[in-house]
């Protein structure tokens, strides 16, 4: 087994140092444009390579095969992936529980200081990882700027978490005892993240796995398992140890669900899909043969996220909020504005400045920095496509409603709003996870503030008000786990916005919070009698 590298850089001076958050890159400094365009010639040149499984540090090849494409250009190939299937579950899973034995045991030190090396890595190839998302996933450079500088903070922000949870406040002290409370890693998790935050969400519950001392079987989105395996030889750069992380690309449905039901797996950190997400937990509560454990699961999952604008709101601000959360990465985030509440009074007046502004978006190669890139695949074209046609007999459409053709031959939808759409309709309630807002009409605050509880999710929300009484009342009965006031309702930023969902949306498990950390450990009480 591979050991550590010497420290980088001196690791006393990281360890004091205050978390501070990666700054987000200004494209409209020509320095910084020249680098980004030199970054997406340069990865261009790599597009189409293949790459192997990582089970114990030895790359591994399957017969079946996955390919990752780029859903602006389909015909593009990202990426060419073996596909972990049944006959990998036991290789990955022995050898996450060899590297376990030792990993659980090195000092968190040594495990803190892997994740500040990844993020010092990290950080010089930025904008290289940045045109990797462009190509992937079809991100926009601001975007694709926002994901890495999130995945920069997640190693920041969970190794200085270790090495806080490594010293915790003593409990009591009873009188002739000496009283210990440590937080000692699980074991082997199931890392299942999404392809919507390819780099930050895999990343993030890799990360916040290892560093507590647990080892992980990766399985990446079949949509983005590029970034994963670049993010994962970033990982070996720094020094992981064999073992520590298995990548693992496959199906979910064969290859993540084995791994879910498999008795040795300890957790299962997943981001995704709440049908998903639901599938899991009731795999997961099942005790296999052999199994000596209740698996814990931290699931985060979808939204259908509402931003009421009240008659007293400064309109232009909550146009702008409106439109940059519902299509910012073509509205494919779990945080997007879906739902638009507005008050009565201001709601014509809302939907004229709101159609202007939208139609301002500019959609096609994200390679170009347009506003908007391709949805994700083909199957997602469809099934938002389908849910367009519902609305504009369901609601009024006020601008796209369509696929846009001639931005070229990937997978382009218009950013589309549809109005007059009625409080519990299939849009209403359902999440669509593209470029598509609804927009509801509400009389009063009081109706609007139920209209944004009435789904079963409860992920994000934002209100636009000047009133200091309506503020205080969207804090206390606006029931979601991320809630904004006068912005944008996505944008989480770690450490001040520790994210995760209420109601279908999740098990609220605060991802980038000083929380998040004990969810991946298990409290150990010692009381020592004194002689
Ligand atoms: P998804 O549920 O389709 O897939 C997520 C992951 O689960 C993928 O890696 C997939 O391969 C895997 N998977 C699928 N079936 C499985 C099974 N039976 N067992 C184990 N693993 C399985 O979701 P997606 O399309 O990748 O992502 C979009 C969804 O994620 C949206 O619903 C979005 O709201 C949600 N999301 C939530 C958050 C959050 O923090 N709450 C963040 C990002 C995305």
Redesign the pocket.
Known sequence: MATLQAPARPETRLHKAPFVNEPFTDFSQEENARKMRAAIEKVRAQLGREYDLIIGGKHVKTQDKLKSINPAKPSQLVGLHQKAGKDQVEPAMNAALKAFETWSRTPVEERAALLFRTGDLLRERKFEFCAWLVFEVSKNWGEADADIAETIDFCEFYSREALRLSKVEPPVQLPGERDYVFYIPLGVGAV??????PAA?MAGMTLASIVAGNTVIL?????SPTIAARFVELLEEAGMPEGVVNFCPG???SF??A??AHPQTRYIA????????L??NK?AADQAPGQIWIKRTIL????KDAIVVDADADLDSAVEGVAVSAFGFQGQ??SACSRAIIDERIYDKFLEKLKARVERITVGDPAENTNMGAVINEGSMKSILEYIETGKKAGRLLTGGKAAKSAGEGYFIEPTVIADIAPKSKLEQE?I?GPVLVVIKSRNYDQALEIANDTEFG?TGAVYTKSRDKIERAMREFHVGNLYINRKCTGAIVGAHP???FNM??TDSK?GGPDYLYLFTQGKSVGEKIF
């Open positions: 299942i993240p999404p392809w919507n935050f969400i399985k990446p989105s079949s949509d199906a979910g449905a993540g669900d791994v879910v997943f981001t995704g899909s709440r049908e998903v997400g599938r899991i795999v985060e999952m979808g939204g985030k779990c999440e996870f992920l994210f995760g969902g949306s999740g991802a």
